[in-house]
């Protein structure tokens, strides 16, 4: 029976059935992070004209690419995490591309680290899509494309200053939005020298002609750099806040730095998802981790094991290189590609990481610093795969290792998108939360709060989806509402202080928010608990003692009759909101707030006794507050004194808010009240 076969027509799926794996399964249940709100809202209500503007500042040629894409794909989550697939898998076919390009006769290889690529381990932003997708994906597409025509002007003399031309426009358009890939030139100077090795002898020769070859690339690298000077020198830059960056390191901190760059990017990435794993391995999301690692390896050692182009490249030196192989017999790699693969694999990680480095950034993994790896991904995995291919000499044992590489990297990627499904699942309920609690709110009023309970997001990124929520007016001047962290924000130039009357002012791109200390609504978000709007006249600041200042320091600014609560509330889009959840907790608990806020004790205790019915209690004992209360004003005080005992011996960070609604009770409450009250203060020792 003839065995099956993978020819070099199928190296296309083979790429599509990777990406799919590795970032297509959660895609329905992912959306929004970090700034792709802040871009999102600008393309929706300022128009994807405003990009031009916007980034003048930054980065000026990104401009033009967010105006392109914005002014093409809605700003739908789902269409964007869609596109951020398409653009991912034309990155990795222009990886290969290059790569074929360079290396003709090792075609196997060149595919094996173009597949390592794809699905690259260390970088975990690939569901940051409209930001990602413009700030870096797009231009390193057009890079990795003008690599690839270097390489083909050289071994395609008849078409060389064609194939030049292509390469240097290419080159433009990869290196002038973003300075990410800056770092990459040198290894095109490296592969250059690598071909022209081929049929060059001599030092003096291969350096003469590498140099005639490498000049339009190097006038406009020399061309970028001097712009990059004159521009951060320049009145028109304006530099981000960039509150982690580090001071210039010492040598020796500096070799340490690259020796850590080259350790994760080159070796700790590709098994990193078992020690991430291994930390939980019953639950069912490492499980399932696991499951999808075992299908990929099965699906890789399967393509690996049967891959053989049937013809030879079509771009193959024109000399006759000595070591080419026959035609229709390509070999797995042709002698030396795999020292050469290992050699600048390396200097592609080391030349990658110098950006990030120079702007005194940490390359920390699982965070949004590991963004910085886009820029070292297609030398760390030239790296990894040079270095399998030349220490392990059994081919069915380099199989095995490859796909091992590959579905772990799958397995990464499989878990990186199972958090960020968690962080957009957990956007949409606070979201809801806010519509629930805050039906309208006064414009120029600041929400502060101490962090959100939220992995991927920024105080900027809510300030873009309360604007959409509560101002959706298409072309404002100013931002109507910012939310603002104490816990970042506090002693900046954005909330100076805490005194009255201060002035609280977030920059926003082309618009800022400029409102008062004055103006202000103080929120918490606890990590399994609902929205809470805290209000001094609630003596919250004494409830949340025990919070970090950050949290309660705010909360003698807060005004909760900024908040219009006999308003209807706002009606968010499903695109990109979600629709509405149902029977849940906190719909129960917000509107509890919004009655208690309006001193409308009854709709309290039927709000509870629905949400009883329904088997719905609350996660975080705080949230019994408003009901206690409200069982205790409209007389039922064995209801209030039994949750506030089941309160008191579940959770004692609430000891302090039980004491301090029932002392008011004491002083506020009906005649009837005030005997349990002074009976549950004595008994807990509320007065000590």
């Known amino acids: 029976m003839k065995s099956v076969g993978f020819g070099a027509k199928t190296i296309p799926i083979a790429f599509a059935v990777a990406t799919c794996l590795a970032y297509g399964l959660l895609l329905p249940l992912t959306g929004f992070y970090w700034d792709d709100w802040p871009f999102a809202w600008i393309a929706r209500f300022r128009g994807p004209a405003d990009f031009i503007p916007a980034f003048l500042g930054f980065r000026p040629f990104l401009g033009p690419i967010f105006f392109l894409t914005t002014s093409l794909i809605p700003t739908n989550p789902m269409l964007w995490q869609v596109f951020a697939l398409v653009i991912h898998l034309v990155t990795a076919l222009a990886a290969w591309f290059a790569l074929d390009s360079i290396w003709p006769d090792s075609r196997r290889l060149m595919l094996i680290a173009s597949l390592l690529f794809l699905v690259f381990p260390g970088y975990s932003q690939h569901w940051v899509a409209l930001t990602h997708i413009n700030q870096e994906w797009i231009s390193l ?21 064609l194939h030049t031309i292509w390469a240097t426009l ?17 290894i095109r100077l490296l592969f250059i020298w690598v071909i022209i ?32 000077i004159y521009y951060y020198r320049s009145g028109i830059y304006v530099s981000y806040d960039l509150a982690n960056a580090q001071a210039a390191p010492a040598l020796n901190e500096s ?36 499951v999808i690692v075992a299908v990929a390896f099965l699906l890789a050692y399967v393509y690996l094991s049967h891959f053989s182009p049937s013809a030879s490249p079509p771009y193959r030196s024109t000399s006759g290189a000595a070591g080419s192989p026959d035609e229709g017999a390509v070999a797995d790699v042709r002698p030396g590609v795999a020292l050469h693969a290992v050699l600048i694999g390396l200097a592609g990680v080391l030349f990658g990481r110098v950006p990030s480095f120079a702007a005194g950034l940490p390359l920390t993994l699982q965070s949004s610093y590991d963004r910085f790896m886009i820029s070292m991904m297609f030398g760390a995995s030239l790296l990894i795969a040079g270095l399998v291919e030349l220490l392990i000499k059994n081919r069915r044992v380099r199989t095995c290792i490859f796909a091992g590489l590959l579905a772990l990297a799958v397995g990464q990627q499989f878990f990186n998108a199972n958090i960020f ?8 309920q606070i979201y809801w939360q806010f519509a629930w609690r805050i039906p309208s709110l006064e414009p120029q009023t600041a929400i502060l709060t101490q962090q959100m309970p939220l992995d991927y997001e920024t105080d900027l990124s809510m300030t873009a989806a309360l604007n959409w929520i509560y101002a959706p007016q298409a072309h404002p001047s100013q931002l109507a509402y ?27 791109r082309t618009v800022e928010f400029r409102g008062s200390t004055s103006q202000v609504i103080v929120i918490y978000v606890p990590p399994n608990g609902c929205l809470r709007v805290l209000d001094p006249g609630l003596d919250d600041a004494e409830t949340y003692g025990r919070f970090p200042a ?25 695109s990109p909101f979600g629709s509405e959840p149902t029977s849940t907790w906190c719909y129960y608990y917000e509107k509890a707030e919004l009655a208690r806020q309006n001193r409308d004790w009854p709709r309290i ?61 004491q002083a506020e409450g009906q005649a009837e009240a005030r005997g349990p009250a002074a009976r549950i203060i004595h008994e807990f020792e509320c007065g000590q």
């Open 550 to 574: 950050s949290l309660t320091a705010p909360i003698a600014l807060s005004d909760p009759s900024l908040i219009h609560v006999d308003a209807p509330s706002p009606l968010l889009p499903n």
């Open 197 to 228: 090795a081929e049929t060059t002898d001599g030092l003096r020769q291969r350096l003469i002609k590498s140099l005639k070859a490498c000049w339009p690339y190097l006038l406009i690298w020399f061309a970028d750099v001097l712009w990059l």
């Open 482 to 508: 910012a939310l603002v962290y104490t816990e970042k924000r506090l002693g900046g130039s954005v909330l100076p202080n805490l005194e009255g009357g201060t002035p609280i002012q977030m920059p926003f």
């Open 255 to 290: 070799l340490l730095l690259f020796g850590d760059a080259i350790w994760k990017s080159g070796l700790y990435v590709w098994i990193q998802v078992l020690v991430l794993t291994a930390k939980s391995p019953t639950t069912p999301s490492s499980l399932l981790t696991l």
């Open 605 to 665: 205790v039927q709000l509870a006794s629905v949400a009883a019915q329904q088997g719905l209690g609350p996660q975080d004992a705080f949230e019994w507050l408003p009901f206690i209360e409200a069982y205790a004003r409209t007389g039922d005080l064995t209801a209030a004194e039994q949750i506030t005992r089941d309160a008191w011996n579940r959770e004692p960070k609430v000891h302090r808010g039980l004491c301090v609604l029932w002392k008011r009770l």
């Open 170 to 186: 290419f080159m433009v358009v990869g290196i002038l939005p973003t300075e990410y890939f800056i770092g990459l030139e040198p």
């Open 141 to 161: 597409i057009f890079y990795l494309l003008s690599f690839g025509f270097s390489a083909r002007a050289l071994r395609n003399p008849q078409h060389s200053h």
């Open 421 to 428: 499904r968690r962080d957009w699942q957990r956007q949409q």
